[in-house]
């Protein structure tokens, strides 16, 4: 993923593949419920709200519902992102949400322009988000209200583990941070809104479960894909991180997780919210 728009020193490969199953079977089942719980309660009927690195658009179309009629528009770096939440948005039949190709980087907005801006799970991958908080403090009107959510992959439960489940997630870490992210964002949440120009922030976390056997079924896919799949395998055994043997015993230790009756993934999430 490159662009222009970005500092010239911004390398960032985003490290989720497009048409994958971090698309399919993770994000496109997230909600505004859930995942932008810590920053519903600010939100009123009638605000603007801008959502950057919108994605598949589900918790967009959460946040739609919750400023209505207030005028929603995500935006989002790849086309394939944008042209799918759109779908995603007609079907639910939204008349207050758009989407925008862009980077988040370069806000093709104005000063002052919206009420709240929001962000969820895109700061922890790039290299320089200070730049773009700043970018979102811009467009937010004096007084309005910016929530970030982020997640720290160090942060983790993966049981039953074993040896090679536990190197696995490691490399996923290490192949994370090449890609250009931060896989230990926490502190980071609060931080960012003080660099970027903010005063009084609130941080929070919380968590994202699967603990049921059709949850962590359903989420084999993803983590398979995540943890050995054709990209991250190839910089594993380039970057000496790991060779085919391993990479394969992977695969069979991932599937026998998800299969586990016992099993159980747990991820901590920072958040953080200010005002301008
Ligand atoms: C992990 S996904 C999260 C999507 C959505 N917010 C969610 O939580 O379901 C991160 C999204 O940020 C987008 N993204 C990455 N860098 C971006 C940038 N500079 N500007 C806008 N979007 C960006 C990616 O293309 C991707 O769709």
Redesign the pocket.
């Known amino acids: ?1 490159t ?1 222009k ?2 500092p010239s020193n911004d390398q ?1 490969s ?1 490290v ?1 593949r ?1 048409g994958g199953a ?2 399919k079977q ?3 089942g ?1 909600t505004a419920e859930k ?1 932008a719980a810590f920053f519903l309660p600010y939100l009123k009927p009638g605000m603007s709200l801008l ?10 179309a959460g946040l739609a519902k919750a400023v209505s009629p207030g005028e929603v528009t995500g ?4 086309a394939s ?1 944008v042209e799918l939440a759109r779908e995603n948005a007609a079907k639910l039949g939204l008349a207050n949400i758009k989407f925008e190709q ?4 370069k806000l093709p907005y104005p000063d002052d322009q919206f009420d709240a801006v929001f ?4 700061l922890e ?2 290299r320089e988000p200070v730049l ?1 908080v700043k970018e979102m403090r811009r467009v937010l009107k004096p007084g309005g209200i910016v929530g970030i ?1 982020c997640a720290n992959m160090r942060m983790r439960l993966l049981a039953p583990s074993d040896e090679t489940l536990d190197l696995a997630y490691e490399i996923y870490l290490k192949y994370r941070q090449h890609c250009g992210g931060n896989p230990a964002f926490g502190r980071e949440c609060r931080t960012l809104l003080r660099e970027a120009g903010f005063t009084e922030t609130i941080g929070t976390a919380s968590c994202d479960t699967w603990g049921t056997q059709q949850a962590t079924q359903a989420f084999l896919p993803f983590l398979l894909d995540e943890l050995t799949g054709s990209e991250i395998r190839k910089t594993a055994i380039e970057k000496g991180w790991a060779d085919q043997t391993q990479m394969d015993k992977a695969v069979t230790a991932i599937n026998e997780w998800g299969e586990h009756p016992d099993a159980i993934f747990a991820l901590v999430w920072f958040e953080a919210v200010a005002w301008k």
């Not at 959502?51 to 967009?60: E, H, K, N, Y």
């Not at 962000?119 to 895109?122: G, T, V």
């Open positions: 993923m662009d728009t970005r960032e985003y989720h497009y971090a698309t993770v994000f496109s997230r995942h959502d950057c690195g919108s994605g598949p658009g589900s918790i967009t935006i989002e770096i790849e992102q862009g980077s988040a980087y962000s969820h799970a895109m991958h790039l773009v959510r």
